[in-house]
């Protein structure tokens, strides 16, 4: 069932994505636990979290759709992570995380992890619910990328059902070119989601480096990008925030997308909800007048890869409501050195008819495209073509692709703050939150 319009609110993301760190490696089949054991198991498994089908997208960032106007889609971005001259493969203030009893799972299971299960080597991102951390495991040594958000934060703002939201979806899927979790838990007062770490940076760290990209990078990190977005849709999911930013570079240089905060199961019958990045939201998601669903995110895909290909946006301006009437008319203009096929396939992914969009019958009508003509997809799925950019890494540990005004910051450990003891009816909304594969 659609979203009710009356109950549809503003969405905008203006903040930097830097909890986006983690690692699109599907699970190995003796993965080691936290606790060192290969033969720890959760005979429960993960508590699926059902998740209403009219249940109203909530205002994630609280921002009125004037605020958006102050900022810049892409001028808070520079920097985080940017590659760096020196690296730093063996992170200077390292802190071990000291806590006990701070698990509370909602799964039995044999060996859970807990906090103090992980050593804190590195600070790679902050936003608004919290940090992301750099973490080793104390007996294995493996390295993670660890999402700490603060319960309080997420009650307040009202954003319960997107953190369970995110933890379910990242569950549900398994793809090379999708992020992976490998755990999630909590403590009295924050939620934790345990990812791999992912030590390339940002998609759009390259492409601000490169200004843009040749056709034969932009076929190659597109097509990787079609295929996790197939992999979503083939879930009956929507991602609905697809942006360079939310592009990671994995270390053997393949694709991994990653931040699943907005992503949503959905049905034939749509959703209504305005969310997302202005600059790369379909006509359709902008006016509201039906229901939107798969589509949209091949009409942000068309936004991505003509900024691939032109280092640009098609539809730009710092006003909100100009931007949003670009998007709902302007007519698409390419620079001289765009081919042919490129621009036959960006005026079909930009085509503000759903329904004759590419892609709206299915993700074949957009790999058979003329554009793509070069790639195997059968290889490519399974990482047998070479990447056109391999990040240069000294061990498991290096944040070269990480700003390094983050990573150096003094760190401080993740372990509660004193903050007021939570009611057994607060703790009450995150009840089956924890996982552990």
Known sequence: MADDDDATRLLF????????????????????????????EDPVGPVAVEIDAADHDLDLHHLPSTSCGDHDDHEHHNGIPVPANTRSSSPRNQVTVSSAGLTTAATASRCRPHLDDFQVLAVLGQGGYGKVYLVATGNTRDTFAMKCMKKADIVRRNVVKYAHSERSVLIAISHPFLVHLRFAFQSETKLYLIMDYIAGGELFSRLNAEQFFTEPVAVFYAAEIVLALAHLHSNDIIYRDLKPENLMIQRDGHICLTDFGLAKPVNREGTRTLCGTLAYLAPEVISKRIPYGKPADW?????????????????????????????????????????????????????????????????DQIKSHAFFASVNWTALERKL??????????????????????????????VDEKESTLSESFQRHFQGFSFAR
Request: net charge positive.
């Open 299 to 363: 009409w942000s895909f068309g936004i991505l890869l003509y900024e691939m290909l032109a280092g640009q946006i098609p539809f730009d301006s710092e006003n909100p409501k100009e931007l949003q009437k670009k998007i709902l008319s302007k007519k698409l203009t390419f620079p001289g050195h765009v081919s042919n096929n490129a621009r036959s396939i960006l005026k079909r992914l930009l085509c503000r008819d759903v329904n004759a969009r590419l892609g709206s019958k299915g993700v």
């Open 13 to 40: 993301d203006f903040s930097p994505s830097t909890l986006s760190v983690a690692s699109a490696s599907t699970a190995a089949a003796s993965f080691v636990c936290p606790c060192g054991s290969l033969s720890c």
């Open 385 to 414: 073509a070479t990447p056109p950019f391999i990040p240069e890494l000294n061990g498991p540990t290096d944040t070269t692709y990480f700003d390094p005004a983050v990573t150096g910051r003094i760190l401080h450990s993740p």
